[in-house]
């Protein structure tokens, strides 16, 4: 299944939390979701509009002074069902990353050995960086939001994102020693 597709089932899913608007969705999405699975604001009031075509969602709208009408989502029982035989379908294909950095280093003979070992220090700081805000993100979780009903898998999915970017950063120190001692060859 597409990307673009299964983001109809993030949205879904996000009706499920205390998100009821655009914009409070795309709070979640900006301290969550982004972090493995892209969704632009201007993708989430047209799948909405969609949702709700389609049966999946409803919505309420209620008249403000000085302001435009506040759109107000939920999820209805045939998008309960809908997001349940999603989450149970099995998965089609482990995903491929685009990573420029890989793309560099794949033609890096081509340049300075020091140069590739630069691209892999700047690299392992952007992944520390990540690192520490997965690390902030869980810390959060666990002392202000361990009651939610969705904290283990939220925790589940931020270990992911730890784990992996703790590889990642092992993987950099790695390939810097290997192009280290070609260097010296």
Same mark, same amino acid.
């Given at each position: 299944?597409?990307k673009?597709?299964?983001?109809?089932?993030?949205?879904?899913?996000?009706l499920?939390?205390?998100?009821?608007?655009?914009?409070?969705?795309?709070?979640?999405?900006?301290?969550?979701?982004?972090?493995?699975?892209?969704?632009?604001?201007?993708?989430?009031?047209?799948?909405?509009?969609?949702?709700?075509?389609?049966g999946?969602?409803?919505?309420?709208?209620?008249?403000?002074?000085?302001?435009?009408?506040?759109?107000?989502?939920?999820?209805?029982?045939?998008?309960?069902?809908?997001?349940?035989?999603?989450?149970q379908?099995?998965?089609?294909? !482990?995903? +491929? /990353?685009? =990573?420029?950095? $890989?793309?560099?280093?794949?033609?890096?003979?081509?340049? *300075?050995?020091?140069?590739?070992?630069?691209?892999?220090?700047?690299?392992?700081?952007?992944?520390?960086?990540?690192?520490?805000?997965?690390?902030?993100?869980?810390?959060? !979780?666990? +002392? /202000?939001? =361990?009651?939610? $009903?969705?904290?283990?898998?939220?925790?589940?999915?931020? *270990?992911?994102?730890?784990?992996t970017?703790?590889a990642?950063?092992?993987?950099?120190?790695?390939?810097?020693?290997?192009?280290?001692d070609q260097?010296?060859?």
């Amino acid at each position: 299944m597409s990307k673009e597709s299964n983001t109809k089932y993030a949205i879904l899913g996000l009706l499920t939390t205390e998100c009821t608007t655009g914009y409070s969705m795309k709070q979640m999405i900006d301290g969550s979701l982004n972090h493995f699975w892209k969704i632009s604001y201007g993708q989430i009031y047209p799948i909405l509009k969609s949702l709700v075509e389609e049966g999946y969602a409803s919505v309420r709208i209620t008249e403000q002074d000085d302001r435009p009408a506040k759109k107000e989502y939920s999820i209805t029982a045939e998008g309960e069902k809908e997001l349940q035989l999603w989450l149970q379908k099995p998965l089609q294909e !482990i995903q +491929t /990353e685009k =990573n420029e950095l $890989l793309l560099k280093l794949f033609f890096s003979r081509h340049q *300075d050995v020091a140069n590739s070992i630069d691209l892999l220090d700047q690299q392992k700081n952007k992944l520390q960086d990540r690192y520490n805000t997965y690390m902030g993100i869980k810390d959060m !979780i666990t +002392t /202000e939001l =361990n009651d939610e $009903l969705d904290s283990v898998y939220w925790i589940i999915t931020l *270990d992911y994102g730890l784990v992996t970017t703790r590889a990642a950063i092992d993987w950099c120190e790695d390939s810097k020693s290997k192009l280290r001692d070609q260097k010296e060859e």
